[in-house]
């Protein structure tokens, strides 16, 4: 049973995704319905609360935050096994905010997303201090757009080039997981766009294989977690 | 009266997206490079708090910045001082710390980074942002009203995910007033160095149909460049060495765009 919450207040890509949108929230006694994509997939974004694609949301901090709340508060997502957290890129009132909010209960923690170049990792060494800074464990670092394989002549080629040696040597360096690699692949947008899954469009893709890698990676961490945990208790 | 920091520079202009990763900083960069080749003074102002890439674009991550009598010296890219930059990569103490501020606070540095930078004289500011429609935005915006902007311009990737947050940006122009000078449809398509066959990896032709759909230039595709990346990766003038590339024409072109843009409102 699986929860999506979208905080990307400023620019909800999540409905679009999954399929989903158009859709509207729906209030009941026991507060805000999510949004269900499949019987165990249940997704919550500020998307589902505009009326239109050209409405800007043009919010300063603390509205957000407010706004962040309620999606904790008042969402009715019933019991579940996994909530995942889309935040927007930074390290602002978004990240301080759900931290905060959530620090009653527990994080499992953190996956970071970066692209192979210098320029990308210099943003998320930041992210990755962050997470120190507020104690938000670090499950570790996907790499993305990591390489692309032609199609017509199957070369591979580095679009983004790691010149500092990528998220492996970042890695090494700051002492976090790598999870995994994921190659471009233009089905990737192609499905995001029609809000249709990947994995199921293309189950043979190179870049599938990398995402359940590392989705496989995710949970045996939180697995992990859960059993110690139960070993203190 | 005390003149103001901003009162020898000719055009401002703001580079906006909806989305984060599509490209603002290298469209910045790049035009802020084909527009010093063309005999013209830039400033970069990088209002990216949370992620200065402004500085490492230009290899000048480790610069420190001065202080004048007028405010904060702007740290210049080359001996003729033809590209002068300010960002907050230059006032952190390490290149990894990290900026967790809420919104107030960023808008009080973005208040000065407007108002005590000396630029001196400028034929373009550019600022480039952070994605998204908050803080850093509302209050540039209101902080380079009094200046008159000369406009925005918006980068986005083709597919509709990119595009999708792009309108919401585009409403924010609209509601702020500020002028869209054009749409940049960006990671335009890869053309394999190995067979020339031509893949478009983030789809096509969003960002055209969205100029269209809202009535606002469109100022071309740039395609993604492996040159371009290394470029910017090595802090190299792209724009002088790699004329023969497949994303120079482009780039040309749009700051040919912004150059006859800037000279039909002097005029």
Redesign the interface.
Known sequence: QVALLDID???P?IP??MGLEGEQVHQSGSGWSPVYVEENLGVMSVGFLLSS??????????K?NGLIKQFLRDVDWGEIDYLIIDT??????E??SIVQYLSATHIDGAVIIT?P????L??V??????CH??KLPIIGVVENMSG?I????K?E?????P??GGAEKMCQNLNVSLLGKVP?D?QI??S??KGQSFLSEAPESPATLSYRNIIQRIQEYCDQRHFQEEKII | AERSNLAGVRHILLVLSGKGGVGKSTISTELALSLRHRGKKVGILDVDLCGPSIPRMFQLQDSDVHQCDSGWVPVFVDQEKSISLMSIGFLLEKPDDAVVWRGPKKNALIKQFVADVAWGDLDFLIVDTPPGTSDEHISTVEALRPYKPLGAILVTTPQAVSVGDVRRELTFCKKTGLRVLGIVENMSGFVCPHCSECTNIFSKGGGEELAKHAGVPFLGCVPLDPQLSQSLEEGRDFIQEFPKSSAFPALAHIAQQILDGASQRSS
Do not use: Y
């Open positions: 207040i400023c620019g890509s679009k995704m694609p050209d409405d800007a949301v043009i919010w300063r901090g603390p957000k927007p890129p930074g390290t602002s009132d990240h301080l692209t170049q210098e320029v990308s210099q943003d060494r930041k992210e990755i201090n962050f800074k507020v692309f032609c199609p017509k002549c070369n080629s580095q679009i983004f080039p010149t500092t471009l233009p947008g192609k995001c766009d």
